[in-house]
């Protein structure tokens, strides 16, 4: 069974960047026809999709947040990482990582075949 796990700072400073990171367990990160998303809610707003890499490191990004987001990958760690930059408080939110198919890897909601981790909480304040 795949699994995914989200670490990261709870507490980012606004203008710092956010980095976290999502090691994945029971599966590679490099398995064929496979993506893996970073997507968010902010408290009290619908989950926004942010971007994917995909098995063979293609990356893939939301247009409202391609200029502040990357998406990289640890193959020998079977880790994904994101970093999204010059942080505000609207960028407040749990973040999830997950698996995903290409039918749904940029759906901002829970899809079939996905798997999701449990989600870090991310609080941006001075």
């Known amino acids: 069974q795949v699994q995914l796990q989200e670490s990261g700072p709870g507490l980012v400073k606004p203008s710092q960047t956010l980095s976290l990171t999502c090691t994945v367990s029971?599966?590679?990160?490099?398995?064929?026809?496979?993506?893996w998303s970073w997507i968010r809610q902010p408290p009290g707003k619908g989950p926004e999709w942010m971007g994917a890499i995909d098995y063979s490191g293609i990356t893939y990004y939301s247009p409202s947040l391609n200029s502040r987001t990357s998406i990289s990958r640890n193959t020998s760690k079977n880790q994904f990482t994101l970093q999204l930059r010059s942080v505000t408080p609207e960028d407040t939110a749990v973040y999830y990582c997950?698996?995903?198919?290409?039918?749904?890897?940029?759906?901002?909601?829970?899809?079939?075949?996905?798997?999701w981790g449990q989600g870090t909480q991310v609080t941006v304040s001075s």
């Open positions: 029971g599966g590679s990160i490099t398995s064929g026809s496979v993506y």
């Open positions: 997950a698996r995903r198919s290409l039918s749904y890897f940029r759906s901002s909601r829970k899809s079939p075949g996905d798997y």
